[in-house]
């Protein structure tokens, strides 16, 4: 088992451009969680999933957010038109269907948007 | 709406000495989870500690414990010993006791550093 793993780890990207983050999460988790963490505070709920179904959606992720999980494994989470507000850290987590309320978190995807 | 409030931004501590990090938190849940998460520098988060609402006794992991008040929705985490490898972003979170979404909710975090 290799854990909870997140590419690429850190993204420049000029206000406009569309940007793509990929979680993996530990195989055999049915539940994948996106956060947004800004400096100084602690992680933010985005999106959930269980298996490919996307079940919640934070106020947080506007439009130009979308998250997917097509089969069940992988998840990607766009951000069109980026601007400078979205500079953050995204944050995945993953926990399995025996115990829920753990969850493995990944290393995390640093955006910048200059 | 829950929230989790880490009244500390950063704590120094001696190497083995004995730190304790606060935590509050407000729910009108009866049924919920705490943890404690380390986030060291430019390294992932991983659980320290966690500790089911319904259960009275405080939870012990080797070096780390918790005091639990439920009463006063308060939920501080104590490292004894402290090491040079405890230095890290501190982090209590909340999550409700229920089947579906159960998202973490995060306190902003205490910075702490281990001084040799």
């Known amino acids: 088992d290799t854990g909870v793993s997140q590419n690429p780890r850190h993204k420049i990207t000029k206000r406009g451009q569309n940007v793509t983050f990929r979680c993996d999460p530990i195989?055999?988790?049915?539940?994948l969680y996106w956060y947004r963490q800004t400096l100084g505070q602690g992680p933010e709920f985005l999106t959930y999933?269980?298996?490919?179904?996307?079940?919640?959606k934070s106020r947080l992720l506007s439009d130009r957010f979308s998250a997917e999980r097509p089969k069940g494994s992988f998840s990607t989470l766009e951000i069109q038109r980026t601007e400078q507000g979205d500079s953050a850290m995204y944050l995945c987590a993953s926990s399995s269907p025996q115990d829920i309320y753990e969850q493995y978190f990944g290393p995390g995807t640093r955006l910048t948007v200059t | 709406a829950q929230t989790v409030t880490q009244s500390q931004p950063e704590m120094s501590v001696q190497e083995a000495e004995t730190v304790t990090l606060s935590c509050t938190y407000d729910?009108?849940?009866?049924?919920?989870?705490l943890f404690w998460y380390k986030q060291p520098p430019s390294r992932q988060m991983i659980l320290v500690i966690r500790q089911e609402a319904y259960k009275q006794q405080n939870a012990t992991e080797n070096r780390f414990s918790v005091n639990f008040q439920k009463a006063a929705k308060s939920f501080s985490l104590k490292i004894s010993d402290s090491q040079l490898g405890d230095t890290a972003m501190y982090f209590c979170?909340?999550?409700?006791?229920?089947?579906?979404?159960?998202?973490?909710?995060f306190g902003k975090g205490t910075r702490l550093s281990v001084i040799a």
């Open positions: 195989s055999e988790h049915n539940r």
């Open positions: 999933f269980q298996n490919e179904a996307q079940l919640e």
């Open positions: 729910t009108s849940e009866n049924n919920y989870y």
């Open positions: 979170a909340f999550m409700k006791h229920e089947a579906g979404n159960t998202p973490l909710v």
